[in-house]
């Protein structure tokens, strides 16, 4: 899996969301290099996931106020915050499964964490509230 870069054209006109998604990413980055790493033990795996649980809550609960702030419609909260629940619960699901004893569950972690999240949430969801956070609606 190739590393993910955060470009320019990610921006979301905020600062401090901007610096959380690249933050996401370092992480998300981190996690992959970790499970291709020869040496790699499951406590240094677990660290990672700890670390992305809970930086992945607090981003979103900042995220989430943020939008609130800048008049982003009610409805359209609801349903970013939809997905943003259903991210939580996936990443929570594989922690689980990781603790469980079951580690090549990281295998499918990644593919999610690449794919449904990086690619489609924060280079696509989350562009839908620009235009509120630039106050050009
Ligand atoms: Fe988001």
């Given at each position: 899996m190739t590393r993910f870069e955060w470009k320019p054209e990610y921006s979301v006109n905020d600062d401090k969301i901007d610096a959380q998604h690249q933050e996401l990413?370092?992480?998300?980055?981190?996690?992959?290099?970790q499970l291709r790493a020869p040496d790699a033990s499951t406590d240094d795996a677990r660290t990672v996931f700890d670390h992305l649980a809970a930086y992945v809550t607090a981003h979103f609960a900042y995220e989430e106020g943020r939008i609130a702030e800048a008049g982003y419609p009610a409805e359209l909260i609801a349903a970013h915050q939809a997905e943003h629940n259903k991210i939580l619960r996936q990443v929570q699901e594989f922690e689980q499964v990781f603790e469980g004893g079951d580690a090549s569950v990281l295998e499918q972690l990644m593919p999610f964490?690449?794919?449904?999240?990086?690619?489609?949430?924060?280079?696509?969801?989350?562009?839908?509230?620009?235009?509120?956070i630039t106050g050009k609606r």
């Open positions: 990413i370092a992480i998300i980055n981190g996690l992959a290099e964490l690449y794919g449904d999240w990086l690619i489609h949430h924060i280079c696509g969801t989350d562009k839908d509230y620009v235009p509120y």
